[in-house]
């Protein structure tokens, strides 16, 4: 089994993280699966939607050059999931989602789950995020730290720095689990990756999921489970797939020329 795992940030500015990011993922991979991490130039360096919206349009791209390349399975490791439905709807091989799969294992831990977020410029897009996946009664809180997506990237190593995280984290996910949130999902692959190094991490009794894992598993279970009964995504509605030459446009077509 050969997966893609699409970074949002690139190798010269993840240098760190993607290192942390290799040694996680060969820790959990099945014996038998690859998996290759790319990343996106320029990088996701500030939170905004157009920044998304730059990024979302090469990751659709490459989960086409993916399925083209002969990859088994495409992984947004990206937690705001921008671009996802469009890729799904272009290509015939699984495409799995950070932030939608740790929604929905959130859902088998615990009646509410919480967001805490790196930034509040997420904070209406994660809002839309689940609303879009219908679990506003589900996923019922998103606070937010204050960081870059690259600052973070800076406790990597640095002990010190990872408690000083871990400290923030927990001052904005006290009060949601006061307001009822059993689950606490940190809204980022790189907090994520940075409390991997905490075993048992909870905020009060609420655990801290990373979704890491859980998005890789996801990946390597649609890839048998279509193998073992060709289940595939729905072409009804919103992943309908569009002709080819529509997909040779928007490939070719970057700047709408």
Same mark, same amino acid.
């Given at each position: 089994?050969? %997966?893609?795992?699409?970074?949002?940030?690139?190798?010269?500015?993840?240098?760190?993280?993607?290192?942390?990011?290799?040694?996680?993922?060969?820790?959990?991979?099945?014996?038998?699966?690859?998996?290759? %991490?790319?990343?996106?130039?320029?990088?996701?360096?500030?939170?905004?939607?157009?920044?998304?919206?730059?990024?979302?349009?090469?990751?659709?791209?490459?989960? %086409?050059?993916?399925?083209?390349?002969?990859?088994?399975?495409?992984?947004?490791?990206?937690?705001?999931?921008?671009?996802?439905?469009?890729?799904?709807?272009?290509?015939?091989?699984?495409?799995?989602?950070?932030?939608?799969?740790?929604?929905?294992?959130?859902?088998?831990?615990?009646?509410?789950?919480?967001?805490?977020?790196?930034?509040?410029?997420?904070?209406?897009?994660?809002?839309?995020?689940?609303?879009?996946?219908?679990?506003?009664?589900?996923?019922?809180?998103?606070?937010?730290?204050?960081? #870059?997506?690259?600052?973070?990237?800076?406790?990597?190593?640095?002990?010190?720095?990872?408690?000083?995280?871990?400290?923030?984290?927990?001052?904005?996910?006290?009060?949601?689990?006061?307001?009822?949130?059993?689950?606490? %999902?940190?809204?980022?692959?790189?907090?994520?990756?940075?409390?991997?190094?905490?075993?048992?991490?909870?905020?009060?009794?609420?655990?801290?999921?990373?979704?890491?894992?859980?998005?890789?598993?996801?990946?390597?279970?649609?890839?048998?489970?279509?193998?073992?009964?060709?289940?595939?995504?729905?072409?009804?509605?919103?992943?309908? #797939?569009?002709?080819?030459?529509?997909?040779?446009?928007?490939?070719?077509?970057?700047?709408?020329?």
């Amino acid at each position: 089994m050969k %997966i893609w795992y699409q970074s949002y940030v690139d190798a010269e500015h993840g240098e760190s993280y993607w290192a942390w990011l290799r040694k996680h993922l060969d820790q959990i991979i099945d014996p038998g699966t690859e998996i290759d %991490i790319r990343g996106i130039t320029p990088h996701d360096s500030y939170a905004h939607p157009l920044v998304e919206f730059r990024c979302a349009r090469e990751m659709i791209c490459n989960a %086409i050059q993916a399925e083209r390349e002969g990859y088994d399975a495409f992984i947004l490791g990206h937690f705001q999931d921008a671009g996802l439905y469009e890729a799904r709807s272009a290509v015939d091989i699984p495409v799995v989602a950070l932030g939608e799969s740790s929604m929905l294992y959130a859902c088998q831990l615990g009646q509410r789950s919480g967001i805490v977020t790196i930034n509040p410029r997420y904070i209406s897009w994660f809002h839309q995020q689940i609303a879009k996946y219908g679990l506003e009664k589900r996923v019922t809180g998103v606070h937010a730290m204050t960081f #870059q997506p690259g600052q973070i990237m800076e406790a990597f190593g640095d002990e010190e720095k990872l408690q000083e995280v871990k400290k923030l984290f927990e001052q904005q996910a006290i009060p949601l689990v006061e307001q009822g949130v059993d689950v606490l %999902i940190p809204g980022g692959g790189i907090p994520m990756l940075l409390f991997a190094a905490l075993n048992g991490h909870n905020v009060s009794g609420a655990p801290v999921i990373n979704g890491i894992p859980i998005v890789v598993k996801l990946a390597e279970v649609a890839v048998k489970l279509r193998k073992l009964t060709g289940l595939n995504v729905s072409r009804v509605s919103d992943f309908r #797939q569009p002709p080819v030459e529509v997909i040779e446009e928007f490939l070719n077509n970057p700047k709408g020329l």
